[in-house]
């Protein structure tokens, strides 16, 4: 497993004040120390402060993967095909508790068992991110729930490799590289 390592006093806010409606995000090192606070539109917005996340990986004993459809709303990568489940960890959360939230939130998911696959640094030009990685192998169809996912579905690995890569996220194409193999493993 992985924890974030929170300070014994409340880190320090790094950047503007946060507004009212902006989410708390940790600042953290690779280990996982917590060295500050951010807000949520700083850490997208540019700042390139590593900050966390969970992504979970469903997998079936059939070889295949379940992936979600990011709603027409989403700000970045609208209707692109993505991890199953995925989300910020907030302050004072760990990666466990964040990632049973968002399985809830995104596809009314509690009965699994996740299995830890490693911590991976995820930039692109907006953001850096530190990613939890997990994976869990279920037998029913997950349930997608609110606003944000717009569809989902099991595909195969080969139907994966094979569709055109602008059908998914970048973040999600880089981790099915990275951990595909370790997914196989689990089955």
Same mark, same amino acid.
């Given at each position: /497993?992985?924890?974030?390592?929170? @300070?014994? =006093? @409340?880190? @320090?806010?790094?950047?503007?004040?946060?507004? %009212?409606?902006?989410?708390?995000?940790?600042?953290? =090192?690779?280990s996982?120390?917590?060295?500050?606070?951010?807000?949520?539109?700083?850490?997208?917005g540019?700042? /390139?402060?590593?900050?966390?996340?969970?992504?979970?990986?469903?997998?079936?004993?059939? $070889?295949?993967?379940?992936?979600?459809?990011?709603?027409?709303?989403?700000?970045?990568?609208?209707?692109c095909?993505?991890?199953?489940v995925g989300?910020?960890?907030?302050?004072?959360?760990?990666?466990? $508790?964040?990632?049973?939230?968002? !399985?809830? =939130?995104?596809?009314?998911?509690?009965d699994?068992?996740?299995?830890?696959?490693?911590?991976?640094?995820? $930039?692109?030009?907006?953001?850096? $991110?530190?990613?939890?990685?997990? !994976? !869990?192998?279920? %037998?029913?169809?997950?349930?997608?729930?609110?606003?944000?996912?717009?569809? !989902?579905r099991?595909?195969?690995?080969?139907?994966?490799?094979?569709?055109?890569?602008?059908?998914?996220?970048?973040?999600?194409?880089?981790?099915?590289?990275?951990? %595909?193999?370790?997914?196989?493993?689990?089955?």
């Amino acid at each position: /497993m992985f924890s974030l390592v929170y @300070p014994s =006093e @409340p880190a @320090p806010l790094v950047g503007r004040k946060a507004g %009212s409606r902006d989410e708390l995000l940790p600042i953290v =090192e690779p280990s996982g120390i917590v060295t500050g606070i951010a807000p949520r539109s700083l850490c997208h917005g540019g700042g /390139m402060l590593l900050h966390p996340v969970v992504n979970m990986h469903i997998i079936n004993r059939r $070889e295949q993967i379940f992936l979600q459809k990011r709603s027409a709303t989403k700000n970045t990568w609208p209707l692109c095909w993505d991890t199953a489940v995925g989300g910020h960890i907030g302050y004072g959360e760990q990666p466990d $508790e964040a990632l049973f939230r968002e !399985a809830r =939130e995104e596809l009314r998911l509690s009965d699994f068992n996740p299995v830890f696959l490693g911590t991976d640094i995820y $930039e692109n030009q907006r953001e850096k $991110e530190l990613v939890v990685l997990y !994976a !869990a192998i279920v %037998s029913d169809m997950p349930k997608p729930a609110g606003p944000e996912v717009a569809d !989902a579905r099991w595909w195969t690995f080969d139907e994966i490799r094979k569709a055109p890569k602008d059908s998914f996220t970048p973040a999600f194409l880089h981790e099915f590289d990275l951990i %595909s193999g370790q997914l196989l493993s689990l089955l």
